[in-house]
């Protein structure tokens, strides 16, 4: 207690860096813990926007002929978030990582939080899940950073239903008048999908091995900007 009463700092810097332990210990005990190649996700819905825009389908027609268990390679994502992927067919690549990462980052820097907060941000940075999605480019990356953008003006929290199964995350300002405007905003960009959704409900009624829980591991990659928040110097 005196050593962090003297030099908080540095006890949260020394701290904060123990937490990337848990990722050299999950490499050494996982055999090939980044198996999954480089930008594989990315890939996937980039290359799932470019077939749509080519007139075929969003889904693949398995995920629409009957039962099949979720796999790498399945197209979850709702329609709307097309207007993420499609831009990204023409957008340079690197961009879809230094985006999400710079605004996260900011956030934090912006927020400020205490010294004390620092190891647990460290250990939700350094989660086997956060490395591993941002490895693969999986666009959970972009509710990030709705969120890291929403603990700064409220608003941008709504865009975490990107991913509907965070949706308890897209709830933060939603004591805000501009965050029902963006709700508003965000279901007017649903409006253009049609019968997309229903497409969307087919494969997720037809997917096995998802269930209510399936995102639980990707907390912690939305618990970044909201503990920099409450930790925040008021």
């Known amino acids: 207690m005196t050593l962090w009463r003297t030099h908080p700092k540095r006890v949260a810097l020394l701290l904060s860096?123990?937490?990337?332990?848990?990722?050299?210990?999950?490499a050494l005990l996982v055999p090939r813990p980044l198996e999954q190649p480089f930008g594989v996700d990315f890939l996937l819905y980039r290359d799932a926007a470019a077939r749509w825009l080519a007139?075929?389908?969003?889904?693949?027609?398995?995920?629409?002929?009957?039962?099949?268990?979720?796999?790498?390679?399945?197209?979850?994502?709702?329609?709307?978030?097309?207007?993420?992927?499609?831009?990204?067919?023409?957008l340079p690549a690197v961009l879809w990582w230094a985006i999400p990462i710079g605004v996260t980052a900011w956030s934090v820097w912006r927020l400020r939080p205490n010294p004390e907060w620092w190891p647990l941000i460290a250990l939700c940075?350094?989660?086997p899940t956060t490395l591993l999605k941002?490895?693969?480019?999986?666009?959970?990356i972009w509710s990030v950073t709705a969120l890291s953008l929403g603990v700064i003006y409220w608003w941008p929290s709504v865009f975490v239903l990107l991913k509907p199964s965070l949706f308890p995350f897209a709830l933060f300002g939603a004591n805000r008048r501009s965050w029902w405007i963006a709700l508003a905003v965000f279901a007017a960009?649903?409006?253009p999908f049609g019968s997309m959704w229903s497409e969307w409900v087919t494969t997720l009624l037809n997917s096995t091995g998802g269930g209510i829980?399936?995102?639980t591991l990707e907390v912690p990659m939305l618990l970044i900007p909201l503990v920099a928040w409450f930790g925040r110097r008021r």
């Open 134 to 140: 941002t490895w693969t480019g999986n666009p959970v």
């Open 55 to 90: 007139g075929g389908s969003y889904f693949e027609p398995y995920q629409l002929a009957g039962p099949y268990p979720i796999t790498a390679g399945d197209v979850l994502y709702p329609p709307v978030a097309l207007w993420l992927f499609v831009p990204f067919t023409v």
């Open 189 to 191: 960009m649903c409006v």
């Open 213 to 215: 829980l399936y995102s």
């Open 17 to 26: 860096a123990a937490m990337f332990a848990i990722p050299a210990v999950t």
């Open 125 to 127: 940075v350094a989660w």
